[in-house]
């Protein structure tokens, strides 16, 4: 069942009965990026002031949508409160998304004009929002293997399952409820549910009260890193779009925001499905496992309190990998780190961690600064720069072996990838092989430093030393040995 659409043209309808003032842009096509913001008249910063005459676009406070908007609507539309009380209350993220989905679904049904939800401002504005957003949770199969060997590949199949996850969750939840398990045999498909979150992510925006949330109108402007305009909440909590300090936008000329100055070339694709050519930041982020013959691995990863990954940046200032994580994955009980199983007060039993008989279970992000005054520091972070490397030559090997597929194999004509996703694609892969190859080089350079440094010499011969003995002694079974 398709969605239904509204044309461009009749956004000033729907903006002048709700009361959004588009004081200075309206919405225009812009080549490249979809819809946009353009200038009416000129615009040149002339004050900060969220109540000035320089307000560009006004958006009334209760077109806002964010939790409480979510909850209100609870208590006016019954059907949307079966689903909210059911499947609601968890985070800002799915509570938006319950809403969303809610009104595709009601679009689905416009052409049969069967009223299932009570309609609000955003039964209408949904259908001016794109039904395709080029992030890659919409892409095609054959589109996402364009992504293979890169950062994202984890994260996109980590990212598909989460929602198919959260979909058959809602769709078992609700199926004691008529209303809604009929909806879900009929009409309702993961495909909305991917919609949701796609407009969610590439929408959604930070206001300094509201906290997270979509602002109807506002959410018509792009990004640039020299942006021409910035949001606000005025006294009254209208959103209003302001022009940024020092800003001059001809009539005609586009309005922007940032969507953030420091997202690394893969986050932006993930949520926005572009990557900014004029940004600077080379960045990425992996996963790191524990070593495969560590017998403390999984307590490790149950302890830490942050994600397995190291950010891996090439900056003015060199390349930056320190993460706190490789110095837990490195050290071992001889080192003295230690797990212990400790009972608190409820009765709970909880993993602590010890470093040097000291607890640190809430400290696992200072590890490196903890270990800074052992004598075997140089030791630990030469282990710590070991596995990097590792991990590092097996992405560096991964990203090279993925460029294979799309870029010189011809896909069949019905699959084949769509050029803006083959461009996207191999310019995450260029970008982060730069970072995997100015890391990879660091590593090395820090290796060769390390190993001339006179604590790690000392060490790596008495632990030679340690070996030649063990191997010159005779094993006390030698003689029965017959395997
Ligand atoms: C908040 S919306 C902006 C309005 C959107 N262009 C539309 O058609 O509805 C964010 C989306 O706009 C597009 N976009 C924003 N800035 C862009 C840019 N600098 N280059 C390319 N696409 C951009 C991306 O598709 C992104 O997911």
Redesign the pocket.
């Known amino acids: 069942m398709a969605h239904s659409e509204l044309p461009l043209e009749a956004f000033p309808a729907w903006a002048a009965l709700n009361s959004v003032e588009f004081a200075n842009a309206e919405i225009r096509n812009?080549e490249?990026?979809?819809?946009?913001l353009v200038a009416k008249h000129d615009i040149t910063d002339a004050g900060h002031d969220a109540s000035s005459s320089q307000v560009i676009i006004r958006i009334p406070q209760d077109l806002i949508l964010s939790t409480e908007t979510v909850e209100v609507y609870a208590k006016i539309d019954r059907n949307f409160k079966q689903l909210f009380e059911i499947a609601g209350h968890q985070s800002t993220r799915i509570d938006i998304m319950l809403y969303l989905f809610t009104h595709i679904i009601q679009s689905k049904e416009a052409s049969s004009n069967t009223r299932l939800f009570v309609p609000t401002p955003w039964t209408e504005y949904i259908k001016?929002?794109?039904q395709y957003?080029?992030?890659p949770t919409m892409w095609t199969n054959e589109e996402r293997q364009l992504l293979k060997g890169t950062s994202l590949e984890a994260a996109l199949s980590a990212k598909l399952s989460a929602l198919s996850r959260e979909f058959n969750q809602i769709s078992e939840q609700v199926s004691d409820i008529p209303f809604w398990r009929d909806l879900f045999w009929d009409t309702v498909t993961v495909e909305d549910w991917i919609l949701a979150d796609?407009w969610y992510r590439?929408?959604c925006?930070e206001l300094p009260r509201a906290g997270h949330a979509m602002v109807p109108g506002l959410?018509?402007?792009?990004?640039?890193q020299t942006h021409s305009a910035y949001y606000d909440e005025s006294s009254d909590g209208d959103v209003v779009l302001l022009p940024s300090s020092g800003s001059r936008v001809l009539s005609g000329g586009e309005i922007?925001i940032s969507?953030g100055q420091a997202k690394s070339p893969a986050e932006m694709l993930f949520?926005?499905?572009?990557i900014?050519s004029d940004s600077s930041v080379k960045e990425l982020t992996l996963h790191i496992a524990p070593l495969p013959d560590d017998p403390l691995g999984g307590a490790k990863l149950r302890v830490y309190n942050g994600p397995p990954t190291v950010r891996l940046s090439l900056t003015e200032q060199g390349v930056q990998w320190n993460n706190p994580f490789l110095y837990l994955l490195v050290l071992n009980e001889e080192d003295g780190l230690s797990f212990r199983i400790a009972q608190d007060t409820s009765g709970e039993r909880q993993l602590v961690l010890f470093w040097q008989d000291e607890e640190i279970t809430d400290r696992t992000d200072e590890l490196e600064t903890l270990v800074q005054s052992h004598d075997l520091y140089q030791v630990f972070k030469l282990r710590a720069v070991a596995v990097l490397e590792e991990r590092v030559a097996m992405q560096l090997d991964r990203i090279s072996s993925g460029l294979s597929y799309g870029v010189t194999e011809q896909p069949q004509a019905a699959n084949q990838p769509r050029a803006e996703c083959m461009l996207a694609a191999e310019t995450l892969r260029d970008l982060e092989t730069q970072v995997l190859q100015g890391v990879a080089e660091a590593l090395e350079n820090e290796k060769a430093r390390l190993l001339l440094d006179a604590r790690v010499v000392t060490y790596l011969g008495s632990m030679e030393d340690a070996q030649n003995e063990q191997a010159s002694e005779p094993a006390a079974n030698e003689e029965d040995d017959f395997s």
């Open positions: 812009v490249g990026k979809g819809l946009g001016f929002l794109p957003i080029p992030i796609a590439s929408r925006l959410d018509m402007a792009n990004h640039s922007t969507y949520s926005y499905g572009f900014d």
